[in-house]
């Protein structure tokens, strides 16, 4: 026991050594002194059991009580030690937290998610194509005639090669048509690009959903059914819709979709023009030569296909005015719809 406490004293002088101890050296002196298994203090705290009583309660008190001494010495090296790093860095340590940047979808993924989840409950695969296609893809197999004015309307980025970007997400359809036979119902989003302005309604990239069915005896039926069901899972079970004659090379008829304005329901406001409708997407029958191009047999086959952009789409939603706004640097646009369908992930 005598040991014990003169022990104790000898390794009460280590604490002097605390306050000049820099950030290397301290971890070391306290391993040394408080460590778990070979610290010199805790060696003497795992003896204490072996005593008598009367030498446990005096020499347990002792090194209990330098313990404390020592655990305080310790914590306030550290603390001096990092206000001495923060004084360097300019670091405020008295200023309040932030809130953790949590992270989100994209309002247009999140928008492009659900789209593509309704048409997954009507039979829907999801398929993907790339982005920088050949102009067989992205307009011959489409039946565009070579220099045709429907290709000047989707000028491209052109690349090395014969590639270009694609200016729509139709390319799929072909690339689907080519490895899978009918019967085909797939949706196809992706990145899109165009010579166009950046300005309210138009950005140079942009998203698109493709959709595409191939089957025996499908008719324009079950394209308005479809569409129809689709937008009123989307926009609210009261909403209606209505199709005009289009005009695209890869359909035949060709139709684009309004659907009544779901921000003002139909009554008119900025968001439609004051029309009560909003323009949703274009689709149509697809052309036998489209099927032909696929070696799909265009006599026994009949197909119908959609395209839509799920950045109009949400800004006929929400009423956002600007199509710009979903890309600018600063989040505080996008945070506010951190919570929209499913929320940030
Ligand atoms: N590819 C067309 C565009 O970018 C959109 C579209 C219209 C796709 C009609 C279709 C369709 O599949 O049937 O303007």
Same mark, same amino acid.
């Given at each position: 026991?005598? %040991?014990? #406490?003169?022990?104790?004293?000898?390794? @009460? &002088?280590?604490?002097? &050594?605390?306050?000049?101890?820099?950030? +290397?050296?301290?971890?070391?002196?306290?391993?040394?002194? =408080?460590?778990?298994?070979?610290?010199?203090?805790?060696?003497? =705290?795992?003896?204490?059991?072996?005593? %008598?009583?009367?030498? +446990?309660?005096?020499?347990?008190?002792?090194?209990?009580?330098?313990?404390?001494?020592?655990?305080?010495?310790?914590?306030? +090296?550290?603390?001096?030690?990092?206000?001495?790093?923060?004084?360097?860095?300019?670091?405020?340590?008295?200023?309040?937290?932030?809130?953790?940047?949590?992270?989100?979808?994209?309002?247009?993924?999140?928008?492009?998610?659900?789209?593509?989840?309704?048409?997954?409950?009507?039979?829907?695969?999801?398929?993907?194509?790339?982005?920088?296609?050949? &102009?067989?893809?992205?307009?011959?197999?489409?039946? /565009?005639?070579?220099?045709?004015?429907?290709?000047?309307?989707?000028?491209?980025?052109?690349?090395?090669?014969?590639? #270009?970007?694609?200016?729509?997400?139709?390319?799929?359809?072909?690339?689907?048509m080519e490895q899978y036979r009918p019967p085909i119902r797939v949706v196809s989003p992706g990145q899109c690009y165009r010579r166009d302005p950046f300005d309210p309604s138009h950005s140079p990239v942009f998203e698109? !959903?493709?959709?595409?069915?191939?089957?025996?005896?499908? $008719? /324009?039926?079950?394209?308005?059914?479809?569409?129809?069901?689709?937008?009123?899972?989307? /926009?609210?079970?009261?909403?209606?819709?209505?199709?005009?004659?289009?005009?695209?090379?890869?359909?035949?008829?060709?139709?684009?979709?309004?659907?009544?304005?779901?921000?003002? @329901?139909?009554?008119?406001?900025?968001?439609?023009?004051?029309?009560?409708? !909003?323009?949703? #997407?274009?689709?149509?029958?697809?052309?036998?030569?489209?099927?032909?191009?696929?070696?799909?047999?265009?006599?026994?086959?009949?197909?119908?296909?959609?395209?839509?952009?799920?950045?109009?789409?949400?800004?006929? +939603?929400?009423? !956002?005015?600007? !199509?710009?706004?979903?890309? &600018? $640097?600063?989040?505080?646009?996008l945070a506010q719809f951190a919570d929209v369908a499913g929320g940030a992930r």
């Amino acid at each position: 026991m005598r %040991d014990l #406490l003169a022990a104790l004293a000898e390794l @009460r &002088e280590r604490l002097k &050594e605390i306050p000049q101890a820099d950030e +290397r050296r301290l971890p070391d002196v306290k391993t040394e002194i =408080l460590g778990r298994k070979a610290g010199a203090l805790t060696r003497i =705290l795992g003896q204490v059991p072996q005593l %008598d009583p009367a030498s +446990r309660k005096e020499v347990g008190g002792a090194a209990n009580a330098l313990k404390r001494e020592f655990e305080a010495a310790f914590d306030a +090296r550290e603390r001096a030690l990092k206000h001495a790093a923060a004084a360097v860095s300019g670091v405020d340590l008295t200023l309040p937290g932030r809130a953790a940047w949590r992270g989100g979808l994209h309002l247009i993924t999140q928008v492009v998610d659900e789209i593509c989840d309704i048409f997954r409950e009507l039979g829907f695969t999801r398929a993907v194509g790339p982005e920088a296609e050949t &102009e067989w893809y992205n307009f011959g197999a489409l039946n /565009f005639p070579k220099d045709h004015p429907a290709i000047d309307a989707q000028d491209s980025f052109y690349l090395d090669g014969g590639y #270009l970007l694609r200016t729509h997400t139709s390319p799929v359809q072909v690339r689907t048509m080519e490895q899978y036979r009918p019967p085909i119902r797939v949706v196809s989003p992706g990145q899109c690009y165009r010579r166009d302005p950046f300005d309210p309604s138009h950005s140079p990239v942009f998203e698109q !959903i493709e959709g595409l069915v191939v089957d025996e005896g499908v $008719s /324009f039926v079950d394209l308005k059914a479809t569409l129809s069901a689709w937008a009123r899972r989307f /926009f609210g079970a009261e909403t209606r819709t209505r199709f005009s004659p289009s005009y695209f090379p890869f359909t035949e008829p060709s139709a684009d979709m309004q659907a009544t304005c779901a921000v003002c @329901r139909g009554a008119g406001c900025p968001t439609c023009k004051h029309t009560g409708w !909003i323009e949703i #997407l274009g689709s149509g029958m697809v052309h036998p030569a489209v099927l032909d191009n696929c070696k799909i047999d265009s006599e026994r086959y009949t197909g119908f296909a959609f395209g839509m952009g799920p950045a109009r789409i949400a800004m006929a +939603r929400h009423g !956002i005015p600007d !199509i710009r706004l979903f890309f &600018e $640097s600063d989040v505080q646009f996008l945070a506010q719809f951190a919570d929209v369908a499913g929320g940030a992930r």
